[in-house]
């Protein structure tokens, strides 16, 4: 089996009310955790959950758009601190939140036609601080 590189992406979505102001963080980074990019972006209003979703969307976008259909060739990780989100989007969890259905429709999708060599971890928070910085300095801007 040959060698397939590395893509590890740091995603996080947090709001201050839950629902309340929302905001996304995206790391991606090399195989080595050299940092490709960064997305810190404000998304409105929504819940926690709402963000955790549009954080894996975006995330699977950029890294769409940056590698264009190398995504095929290479393996991603998306690393997460939701535990609930990595579960529903792992098919363990059903949605029970309607409004979460077209974003895992939308994520699904992307998965399906982008990224075969896709795998979704839970990591404790305090190892996903990059993400957790990002989405703090969107609710901050």
């Given at each position: 089996?040959r060698?397939?590189?590395?893509i590890?992406?740091?995603?996080?979505?947090?709001?201050?009310?839950?629902?309340?102001?929302?905001?996304?963080?995206?790391?991606?980074?090399?195989?080595?955790?050299?940092?490709?990019?960064?997305?810190?972006?404000?998304?409105?209003?929504?819940?926690?959950?709402?963000?955790?979703y549009?954080a894996?969307?975006?995330?699977l976008?950029?890294?769409?758009?940056?590698?264009?259909?190398?995504?095929?060739?290479?393996?991603?990780?998306?690393?997460?601190?939701?535990?609930?989100?990595?579960?529903?989007?792992?098919?363990?969890?059903?949605?029970?939140?309607?409004?979460?259905?077209?974003?895992?429709?939308?994520?699904?999708?992307?998965?399906?036609?982008?990224?075969?060599?896709?795998?979704?971890?839970?990591?404790?928070?305090?190892?996903?601080?990059?993400?957790?910085?990002?989405?703090?300095?969107?609710?901050d801007?």
């Open positions: 089996m060698y397939m590189e590395k590890v992406i740091y995603t996080d979505g947090g709001s201050r009310g839950n629902p309340g102001p929302a905001a996304i963080g995206v790391q991606i980074q090399d195989g080595q955790g050299g940092v490709l990019k960064e997305v810190a972006q404000a998304i409105g209003n929504g819940t926690n959950n709402f963000a955790e549009q894996v969307a975006t995330a976008d950029t890294a769409k758009k940056m590698f264009g259909k190398k995504t095929k060739e290479k393996e991603f990780e998306i690393r997460m601190d939701s535990e609930l989100v990595k579960k529903q989007l792992s098919y363990e969890y059903q949605i029970k939140d309607p409004g979460l259905v077209p974003l895992f429709i939308e994520i699904h999708n992307l998965r399906v036609s982008n990224f075969p060599h896709l795998i979704i971890t839970h990591v404790r928070r305090e190892l996903n601080k990059e993400a957790d910085r990002l989405v703090n300095e969107a609710l801007a």
